[in-house]
C-alpha cells in the first residue's frame, strides 16, 4: 500500500505544478486533485483485518 500512496502523492504533485493556461484547466486541476485526494484518504484510512476464523462444532457419531 505504501507504493500506491507515493503514487496518489506524486500525481496530486503534478496537477498542482501544471501551469495554468486557462479556466478549465483549473477546473481539470480542482477536480483531479479532489478526486486523488480522495483516493489517498481512503487508502490511507484503509485498515486489513485478518480473517475470522469461527470454531466448527462438530459431532461425532
Not at 1 to 7: G, H, I, P, W
Amino acid at each position: 500500500m505504501f507504493v500506491l500512496d507515493m503514487l496518489l502523492i506524486l500525481a496530486m504533485m503534478f496537477f498542482l505544478f501544471l501551469p495554468i493556461t486557462d479556466r478549465k484547466t483549473v477546473r481539470m486541476k480542482l477536480c483531479m486533485l479532489c478526486a486523488l485526494l480522495a483516493m489517498f484518504s481512503v487508502s490511507a484510512t484503509r485498515t486489513y483485518v485478518a480473517p475470522v476464523q469461527l470454531a466448527g462444532i462438530g459431532s461425532t457419531h
